[in-house]
């Protein structure tokens, strides 16, 4: 079946410009989740909703990093005011299961560059 | 302290040989432990959950130790398609990843 997909694979941004970037978790899926990897690093958790409500939000970094999922499965992370810091991959993950401790499902992330 | 911690490698080790990563945590709480694999420029896949009471996979096992607060990783007979970066995963309520340690099979 369908994995998760993410859209799109590669943004470039200049500094101070709004991005969005959208997540498309594997059907049925109730579970999913944001995370942010730069160069040598692990995934840094971001944020995590169980359906339509975000139930863990406590790694997004600051007010500019915004993420919705309105029908409990597309999710869309929203970056005002982009900063060159904000380069990163953006990782979406989904998973079955209720909780963020149970296997997760990574989509081929999105590749952002804040010029 | 970071809730989960990793060598970071490289290990550097000849096809057939047996390698061994351990990965500490600090959350005494912590539940739940994984082991990712990732390869360059892709995504982290799951390569093994990690149970109390040990579990291997074929030539991967992997081992909690909750006395010591660490997990471990042994792959044994490597192979070049080994070679990626192993992700640490662990916490209490949700997980955190490790930096990730990078295991490189050389022919």
């Known amino acids: 079946g369908a994995g998760v997909s993410q859209t799109p694979s590669n943004k470039v941004t200049e500094k101070g410009k709004y991005v969005e970037l959208r997540c498309d978790p594997i059907s049925g899926h109730t579970a999913l989740y944001w995370y942010r990897q730069s160069l040598g690093q692990g995934p840094e958790f971001l944020i995590y909703?169980?359906?339509?409500?975000?139930?863990?939000d406590s790694g997004l970094p600051n007010d500019r990093f915004f993420a919705v999922r309105p029908e409990g499965s597309v999710s869309t992370l929203k970056i005002q005011r982009t900063e060159r810091g904000d380069s990163a991959v953006y990782l979406c993950?989904?998973?079955?299961?209720?909780?963020?401790?149970?296997?997760?499902?990574f989509g081929p992330g999105t590749r952002l560059t804040v010029l | 302290r970071k809730e989960v911690e990793q060598d970071p490698g490289p290990f550097n080790v000849p096809e057939g040989a047996t390698v061994a990563f351990n990965c500490t945590y600090s959350n005494s709480a912590s539940q739940s432990f994984f082991w990712y694999r990732q390869d360059c420029r892709k995504e982290p896949k799951l390569l093994m959950s990690v149970y109390s009471s040990g579990n291997e996979d074929g030539r991967f096992t992997a081992q909690l130790n909750r006395a010591s607060q660490y997990i471990s990783l042994l792959i044994r007979d490597s192979k070049l398609s080994d070679s990626a970066t192993y992700l640490c995963v662990g916490g209490y309520q949700k997980v955190t990843f490790g930096t990730g340690t990078k295991l490189q099979v050389i022919p």
């Open positions: 993950a989904s998973s079955p299961q209720r909780g963020s401790y149970n296997e997760q499902f």
């Open positions: 909703f169980q359906g339509t409500g975000a139930a863990d």
